[in-house]
């Protein structure tokens, strides 16, 4: 069977079940430095026209966020929540465990999807789960937006920051988890903590990235 006929096949092959590093209470189906899995997903099913597996990694900007959410419970308690570009779920499930009344994941990459369904499983916690593109048409009505790490390159970070404008402009709180990629909006953020987050040394150019969560303000220099 072809990985994308089977994706959850493809995922339970080709990964194993870590602790996330700096959220260990949160387990998920991750790929490891032995693996290799970037290099086999871009020759293998680069030819089959598919998206690097981002789905199988805790990256730094969702760890930030995942540490900051469990720590902080009450920012997502009984409240509906969205977690935007959710490539493992981590984000997501940290949410759900936290005591979200509804959790929404969506990434557009069904590869993703099929991962968030696992790890939500692996972790016994609910989630509805989306492969959507949500940057088409209007935010959906949430009380807590999430974008963990979505500033990584120019035309997504272009989509990115209008439509969580627009999500802040219907009530929304909108945070985002982010180690300073290239395109992270910083005159528009307000920095609420900050962590030394360990990454895969395979995909940064370190074992540690200092990554924060920050919320979205209306314009202007925040800190
Ligand atoms: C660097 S990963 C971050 C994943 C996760 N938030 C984390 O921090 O571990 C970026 C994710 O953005 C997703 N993505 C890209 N364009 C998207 C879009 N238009 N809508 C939703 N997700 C998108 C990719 O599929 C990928 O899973």
Redesign the pocket.
């Known amino acids: 069977m072809t990985p994308r006929a089977d994706p959850a096949g493809f995922i339970l092959a080709n990964t194993r079940i870590h602790a996330v590093p700096h959220a260990p209470e949160i387990r998920l189906h991750l790929a490891d430095e032995a693996m290799e899995l970037w290099q086999k997903t871009e020759d293998d099913l680069g030819a089959l026209g598919l ?1 690097p597996p ?2 199988a ?3 730094a ?3 930030a ?1 995942a540490r900051y959410i469990l720590d902080t419970p009450e920012l997502v308690a009984g409240r509906r929540v969205l ?6 779920g ?2 997501a499930i940290a949410c759900a465990k936290a005591g979200a009344a509804h959790v929404l994941a ?4 069904p590869f ?1 999807k099929a991962a968030t369904r696992l790890n939500a499983a692996l972790n016994g916690v609910p989630l509805e789960v989306s492969d959507a ?3 088409q048409s209007d935010p959906p009505q949430v009380d807590v937006l999430f974008a ?3 500033f ?1 390159e120019k035309p ?1 970070a272009d ?1 990115v920051l209008p439509w969580l404008d627009r999500a802040r402009a219907q009530g929304s709180d909108i945070l985002i ?1 982010d180690p300073g990629r290239s395109y992270l909006p910083k005159e528009r953020l307000t920095r609420l903590a900050t962590y030394d987050v360990p990454v895969n040394r395979s995909l940064e150019d370190n074992t540690i990235k200092r990554s924060s969560v920050f919320r979205l303000c209306p314009s202007g220099p925040q800190n």
Request: charged content about 20%; hydrophobic content about 50%.
């Open positions: 998206p981002f789905w990694f805790a990256w900007g969702g760890q966020l977690d935007f570009a959710t490539g493992s981590l984000v969506c990434d557009i990459d993703a593109d949500l940057l963990g790490d979505v990584y997504m989509r988890g």
